[in-house]
């Protein structure tokens, strides 16, 4: 599990994240939704260890294990993975070899190409888009399934998605959706979306809104559905 207390994230100096505590349990879906520019990605980078988000206090521990002062490959290592909001291009690096360096050996180059065509195949992925250096030329869809498929190869405990349905076609959608359904047992997910449609294929047992960088809110899957019909301003009780 996955257990955040009094989180404190800055950027410059600047506080995004305020006081941020929850407690993400393992095998359970949660759903972070929140305006544009409310944090929810400064929480998802800080906690994968991107250099930026300062944290400026509070804790952050992943099955017991207090995971703030490692650097993002050890937080990988310990089982956190993030499939980022916009994908960047690796010049240079396939994501084969990406893999082989994440893995350090873990398993063989030959298990690892099969897994590689064995989840390109169940995400419906071209086996020349996988060759090519990682995202490179890749549309805002196909990035999304590369972080998936990165994202399973390593096998980690907690997956944090970043808006992994934003700019996805509906079938794509579908697709992704379906993949991370069959490969969620005894993981915890957390999917950061503006939307509801990724819920079609599975619930998230707990939904949090986060505004101006603070919690607000938690609720049950309704809550996400009451977002979609009525907004932010209305659902804040004001
Ligand atoms: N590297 C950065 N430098 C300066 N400001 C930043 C940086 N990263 C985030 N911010 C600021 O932090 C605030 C929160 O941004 P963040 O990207 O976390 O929002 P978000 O909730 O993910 O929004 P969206 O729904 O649009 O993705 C914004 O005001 C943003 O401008
Ligand atoms: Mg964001």
Redesign the pocket.
């Known amino acids: 599990m996955l257990s955040i207390n009094k989180l404190t994230i800055a950027?410059?100096d600047?506080i995004?994240i305020k006081d941020f505590s929850y407690l993400f349990e393992k095998g359970k879906i949660y759903a972070i939704m929140?305006?544009?520019?409310?944090?929810?990605?400064?929480?998802a980078l800080a906690l994968a260890g991107h250099p930026?988000?300062q944290i400026k206090s509070g804790k952050i521990t992943l099955n017991n294990q207090y995971i703030q002062d490692l650097s993002p490959d050890k937080r990988s290592k310990a089982g956190l993975f993030l499939s980022f909001?916009s994908p960047l291009v690796l010049n240079g690096v396939s994501l084969f070899q990406m893999m082989r360096v994440a893995l350090r050996g873990k398993i063989s180059p030959i298990d690892l190409n099969n897994k590689i065509k064995h989840l390109s195949k169940e995400l419906v992925i071209k086996e020349e888009l996988v060759k090519r250096p990682l995202n490179e030329g890749a549309s805002g869809g196909e990035r999304k399934k590369l972080e998936l498929l990165q994202g399973l190869i390593l096998q980690p405990k907690v997956m944090i998605f970043?808006?992994i349905d934003t700019g996805v076609d509906v079938d794509s959608l579908k697709i992704i959706a379906k993949v991370m359904k069959k490969y969620q047992k005894n993981r915890t997910y957390i999917v950061?979306t503006?939307y509801n449609r990724i819920f079609q294929y599975f619930k998230p047992d707990k939904v949090l809104i986060?505004s101006k960088?603070v919690l607000k809110q938690t609720g049950g899957w309704e809550l996400a559905q009451q977002i979609e019909n009525t907004g932010y301003e209305k659902n804040s009780g004001k």
């Open positions: 950027v410059k600047k995004i929140g305006p544009n520019g409310s944090g929810k990605s400064t929480l930026v988000y909001q970043d808006e950061i503006h986060l960088g």
